[in-house]
């Protein structure tokens, strides 16, 4: 057995998480994910001002008090924190191993920067396998750090160098995949953003950890008395996080969802067994991130009465003021947030949101800034904004490509210098969509009684972004639950409940085994995070909105 913790989620994840872990009880691998779409621009703005920069200074720091308690433990640390720059940090941490008098070996993976490919882009990275940390690992690293990989590849690596996998073992692959992406959001999957949270505590959720085997079946449990849970529900959840159809394809392997099997295995310890893996796609994907212009936003309040109308004045005077020098993209949201006869000025208040985006930094700064605060004597009763309004910020966009992954020098720098060429695949397959028939459940006799109620009430929802398209994963908690669920929340449905897709491609996604739809909904985040072209960017939140969402719901089943 093989026991892999996370450490990390995100770039800014809890400091002390990498001691807890290791101080928390028995691994022998720990890894930490720090690096996300958003995260690629930050470094790649980094690295403009100081080149020997583009990596996760976090890390460092935390190493700086763990690096110690690591070697002591024999704990190996696998973490995609050399972002755009793994070799920066390489050199990085045997300079902070030797000033701290640790002895250990470090290694790194280099090969994802593609960015002489894309002419102008500010970052282009291949998202690699864990091919390449094995091969470290393998060499006797004790450190490993990599670029852009999938964040699975940090748990694939690892497991394929400790039980000898070859990139053909396409089962235990998968089933390491899996587990991968359970722990790759570290909390959220022990508690954290959890649809059902409520009766539990999960004020300060532990991290994650896998026990995995020689076949790739796993459990996903946590140390003993850290905070949180890990149960089906918690797992389901981040399984569905940031997912798509049936077939999830990575360079390591494509892991069928559809064969995920969950089952609980004692206090705080969910199995997950029966996951079938298929030969990985010839082509890897590329994120590209490039600044797409600049963006400014001005929120202006509105207090108690004739909120549309005051909505209205001074959307008419801002656009007026504008004239010729309007910003290319406008954009007005009106919150309506105030209550009838308020009992504080806030909840009487409501907010109108404007942001401007334009290539011009002119038009997004002084231009807007200026006829916003002009208006401040001259406009609706109560003209008010929640901070003044500055001279804009540029924002980035961010894009996927993909290339043929023998085009891609996947390289090893092993602890001694040696560079060794990570092989692909040899066989390899397209990872094309599973048709939906006869994947559906029989449908629950719904001749009862029906009651308006949140569809909260009975199915739990994980959402997230990839690019600018958003997932929202949505499971039933019973068997009955779900005999309704997969015939009612149909597509037409579920644009019905979120408004917002209309006119999208929205595309839903049978997972029976998780009792659970996947509904991946295309170019609702415009051009990705970076952009901020949505309220919720990042769509974080979009499932718990159709959560919240009213429908007809057998009364058997509340």
């Known amino acids: 057995m093989l026991r892999i913790g996370n450490a990390s989620g995100f770039y800014g994840d809890r400091f002390d998480a990498m001691k807890e872990m290791l101080t928390g009880g028995p691994l022998d691998v720990l890894t930490g994910d720090y690096l996300a779409e958003l995260t690629m621009l930050i470094l790649g703005r980094d690295r403009l001002k100081d080149r020997s920069l583009g990596y996760a200074k976090t890390f460092l720091r935390q190493l700086e008090e763990s690096l110690g308690l690591a070697h002591e433990r024999g704990v190996k640390i696998v973490a995609n924190a050399g972002g755009l720059n793994p070799a920066g940090l390489a050199t990085a941490v045997r300079e902070l191993a030797d000033r701290v008098g640790v002895p250990v070996s470090v290694a790194h993976v280099e090969g994802d920067d593609l960015a002489a490919r894309f002419p102008g882009a500010l970052s282009a990275n291949a998202y690699l396998g864990g091919a390449g940390i094995a091969e470290c690992l393998r060499a006797g690293a004790d450190v490993v750090v990599t670029g852009r990989v999938t964040d699975a590849a940090l748990v694939t690596g690892p497991a394929a160098a400790h039980f000898g996998w070859g990139p053909e073992d396409h089962d235990a692959l998968a089933g390491a995949v899996v587990a991968g992406h359970v722990l ?10 959890y649809a059902f949270f409520s009766g539990h505590d999960v004020r300060r959720p532990g991290f994650p950890l896998a026990e995995i085997h020689a076949d790739g079946t796993c459990v996903i449990t946590k140390h003993d008395g850290t905070g949180g849970l890990v149960d089906v529900g918690t797992v389901t959840a981040q399984l569905l996080y940031e997912t798509g159809g049936a077939r999830y394809a990575g360079p390591d392997v494509t892991a069928r969802l559809d064969t995920v099997r969950l089952a609980q295995d004692g206090p705080d310890r969910v199995r997950i067994s029966g996951v079938r ?20 936003e001005v929120v202006f309040v509105l207090t108690g009465l004739d ?3 005051k909505a209205r004045l001074v959307q008419e005077q801002l656009e007026e003021a504008f004239g010729k020098s309007r910003p290319a993209e406008v954009r007005w949201e009106l919150a309506r947030t105030e209550r009838p006869d308020g009992d504080t000025e806030e909840r009487a208040s409501a907010y109108l949101r404007l942001v401007v985006r334009d290539s011009d930094p002119e038009k997004v700064g002084r231009a807007v800034s200026g006829a916003a605060i002009e208006l401040a004597l001259g406009s609706y009763p109560g003209f008010h904004v929640t901070a003044p309004p500055g001279k804009g910020a540029p924002y980035g966009v961010f894009e996927a490509e993909y290339v043929d992954a023998a085009e891609v020098t996947h390289t090893a720098v092993l602890p001694d210098g040696r560079r060794v060429a990570v092989r692909t695949a040899v066989h390899t397959k397209e990872a094309g969509h599973l048709e939906e028939a006869g994947a559906l459940p029989e449908a629950l006799d719904t001749a009862g009684p029906h009651r308006a109620a949140p569809l909260g009430l009975i199915a739990g929802a994980r959402s997230g972004d990839k690019g600018g398209d958003a997932n929202v994963g949505v499971w039933a908690r019973t068997d009955d639950a779900w005999r309704w669920l997969a015939h009612e929340l149909t597509v037409d449905r579920f644009r019905a409940l979120l408004p917002e897709t209309t006119g999208l491609s929205v595309v839903r996604h049978v997972l029976p085994n998780l009792r659970a739809l996947n509904f991946t909904v295309e170019g609702i985040l415009g051009e990705g995070v970076a952009a901020q072209a949505r309220f919720d960017p990042q769509a974080k939140a979009l499932g718990e909105w159709l959560r919240s969402r009213y429908v007809d719901i057998p009364e058997e089943l509340l």
């Open 184 to 193: 790759e959001c570290g909390t959220q999957a022990t508690g954290g953003n």
């Open 277 to 296: 893996g298929e030969a990985p796609p010839p082509r890897l994907k590329v994120g590209l991130n490039r600044l797409g212009g600049w963006r400014n």
């Open 307 to 309: 909120i549309e109308a």
